[in-house]
């Protein structure tokens, strides 16, 4: 027997839709409101293309046992929790048993057929790359209690890597082609990058995916759980109360780690995310989560593997990165995933050192004679060095000197080649215009972690799990992927609405 029988009618996206058509040719009067309340959220359930989905459910369901039923219509209901910002299962359940207008835009066909809050949670870890048996035996294991450092970092460090060295490692590891464990995450990175993403591709919202422009950040997400843990001895009956035995954690995944933006300490996960930096709606494109400490040199090597594994077909072009980046193992990766960096230098890291008898400034930008920068004028590919020419004879400057540093009409030539520090030397110049202007996208993806975090009301919810976590956070990133494609298919579904509102009225 075919594992997908299991799964049991799978409704695809035409049928959907002719029943969502069905449902709103049959409003009343009395309905009209409603519709003009969700209608941006029937829109986006209305153009989420779920039958890529399909495949992904496959290893997910065994080979004996009953049929799961209502697999694509649980994906649009956890769609609409995050849309309305229901708070969780319980009430979303509820909602959809209390309202059938709502029941109906997810599909079922009344509010008989939602199934209850245990069906929606087996669903959920099912998602969920880690039996529920292992969460509860790490929920019951202790550890040291954590403390919170009394020492803190100043304005704008982050807190350095925990292990030295694990950077050259990670990355030594990537080009090598060896493979990593699949993170628990990595069926939901999955759902949102062949239900959203690549929809969002073939509409052209996130650039050109064969020369992409993508920037990768780290943020804060704080846990509900408590960082003291609970405490398991009796040292409290015995008069200590300040015992510093080991403890059980509600979200045993929770660390310690440090905000630099509100510049204090958090109990949570670091959210790294990867975006379209050239997307007009800053369109998320993978997500990963990791301990709060964790810094972002060492989650961007990881990310960067697994979106290239889940985005075979897409080709990057750029990456930039703030100077949390700046590290030469980071450059090699980029390098060998044939991507330009554009990232920003870290002030503490001043061991500069070029060969020949070049003058340079701190962004590697050769210095003429006269004591100018000179101009960048291309990067060749093929002998991988990039071409600087003489600002006076450019018209940029006005030369002090008596005689010129060259008798050609032409000027001063120099050529800087990256691999003399793949740091320093990047293919676009440091310094430059082109530069500036690349480094200034990487702004996408700040404003893509305040939509998930601040628009969404991820910061609002109360977690008490990295599962429960990265659920809504990818619920929340297809929800701005959906939001972009209704843009995009405006007219479309104004058509739509129109044919139904004035019947309804």
């Not at 849309?83 to 207008?101: Q, T």
């Not at 919170?148 to 080009?175: A, H, T």
């Not at 890291?349 to 400034?361: A, E, H, S, T, V």
């Not at 008798?407 to 440091?430: H, L, M, N, Q």
């Amino acid at each position: 027997m075919e594992a997908i029988a299991l799964l049991g009618p799978w409704r695809p996206q035409r049928e959907y839709q002719d029943f969502i058509e069905s449902k709103l040719s049959h409003l009343d009067r009395q309905d009209l409101p409603k519709l003009q309340l969700y209608e941006n959220s029937i829109a986006k359930l209305y153009i989420l293309n779920l039958d890529q989905a399909r495949d992904l459910f496959k290893p997910l369901y065994p080979t004996i046992g009953r049929p799961a039923l209502y697999q694509p219509e649980i994906i649009r209901a956890l769609i609409l929790m995050a849309d309305l910002n229901i708070d969780g299962i319980p009430a979303l359940v509820k909602r959809l048993r209390g309202d059938p207008f709502l029941a109906a835009i997810c599909g079922f066909d009344d509010t008989s057929h939602v199934p209850g809050v245990g069906t929606f949670y087996d669903f959920i870890n099912r998602l969920w790359g880690e039996s529920p048996d292992r969460i509860r035996a790490r929920k019951m294991m202790q550890r040291p209690i954590s403390r919170i450092p009394k020492k803190k970092p100043q304005d704008g460090e982050k807190l350095p890597p925990q292990n030295p060295g694990i950077v050259k490692r990670i990355v030594d590891r990537i080009i090598e082609g060896r493979h990593f464990p699949k993170p628990p995450e990595h069926i939901l990175q999955r759902l949102l990058a062949r239900c959203c993403v690549d929809e969002s591709a073939k509409m052209g919202l996130i650039g050109d995916t064969q020369n992409l422009s993508i920037s990768g950040d780290g943020t804060c997400v704080s846990s509900y759980a408590k960082s003291s843990g609970i405490k398991t001895c009796d040292c409290r009956e015995k008069g200590v109360h300040h015992c510093t035995c080991p403890r059980r954690y509600s979200d045993p995944d929770a660390r310690i780690g440090w905000d630099s933006y509100r510049k204090q300490w958090f109990f949570g996960y670091s959210m790294y995310v990867l975006t379209a930096s050239d997307s007009p709606y800053d369109l998320p494109l993978l997500l990963r989560f990791a301990e709060a400490p964790r810094h972002d040199s060492v989650i961007s090597p990881m990310a960067l593997n697994e979106f290239t594994q889940i985005y075979p077909d897409f080709k990057i072009g750029e990456f930039i990165g703030d100077s949390a980046h700046d590290s030469y193992d980071i450059y090699r990766l980029i390098y060998h995933l044939n991507a330009s960096p554009v990232i920003d230098l870290n002030p503490r890291n001043r061991n500069l050192q070029y060969p020949g008898p070049i003058n340079l400034n701190h962004l590697g930008i050769p210095i003429c004679p006269g004591g100018f920068e000179m101009v960048p004028w291309g990067y060749c590919r093929s002998r991988d060095r990039v071409k600087w020419r003489c600002p006076h004879v450019l018209g940029r400057c006005r030369c002090p000197l008596d005689n010129p540093c060259s008798p050609s009409p032409y000027g001063r030539t120099i050529y800087t080649r990256p691999k003399w520090d793949i740091r320093i030397f990047t293919p676009i110049p440091r310094g430059t215009l082109i530069w500036d202007n690349t480094y200034d996208k990487r702004t996408s993806v700040e404003r893509t972690n305040k939509r998930i975090k601040v628009d969404y009301g991820l910061d609002r919810i109360r977690f008490l799990s990295k599962k429960q976590a990265f659920l809504r956070a990818t619920l929340h990133a297809m929800n701005m992927h959906l939001d972009a494609q209704i843009q995009h298919k405006h007219d479309e579904l104004e058509a739509l609405f129109s044919n139904y509102m004035p019947r309804a009225a």
